[in-house]
Nanobody
Framework: QVHLVESGGGLVQPGGSLRLSCTTSGSSFSINDMGWYRQAPGQDRELVAR???????AYADTVKSRFTVSRDNAKNMMYLQMSRLTPEDTAIYYC?????????????????WGQGTQVTVSS
């Protein structure tokens, strides 16, 4: 299986920046796409940004031009650079990875989530 760990969250003032990291671990797996989601209190989890293995990206309208998703293929890590943060960006941010892992001679799909990292934007 593939395990994910997010890091980089914290408290930041409005207008500030943060960079979240997502570290993947496991063996014999390949990644199709990776994404960041967030969930604010009392709200559903929503897509923030996704990036395919081909480098195509998609962003929620609320974060376009402020957030950038990137990936380090060699390290199997993903990042979310967040700038011009507002209180509305306060949420728990989750990393999500979809791909295949090998078990013996067979490949199986996986859809893994991290435990989340809190981002709080407040003065």
């Amino acid at each position: 299986q593939v395990h994910l760990v997010e890091s980089g969250g914290g408290l930041v003032q409005p207008g500030g920046s943060l960079r979240l990291s997502c570290t993947t671990s496991g063996s014999s797996f390949s990644i199709n796409d990776m994404g960041w989601y967030r969930q604010a209190p009392g709200q559903d989890r929503e897509l923030v940004a996704r990036r395919t293995s081909a480098g195509n990206t998609a962003y929620a309208d609320t974060v376009k031009s402020r957030f950038t998703v990137s990936r380090d293929n060699a390290k199997n890590m993903m990042y979310l650079q967040m700038s011009r943060l507002t209180p509305e960006d306060t949420a728990i941010y989750y990393c999500n990875v979809r791909g295949q892992y090998r078990s013996g001679l067979l490949y199986y799909p996986f859809n893994s989530w991290g435990q989340g990292t809190q981002v709080t934007v407040s003065s």
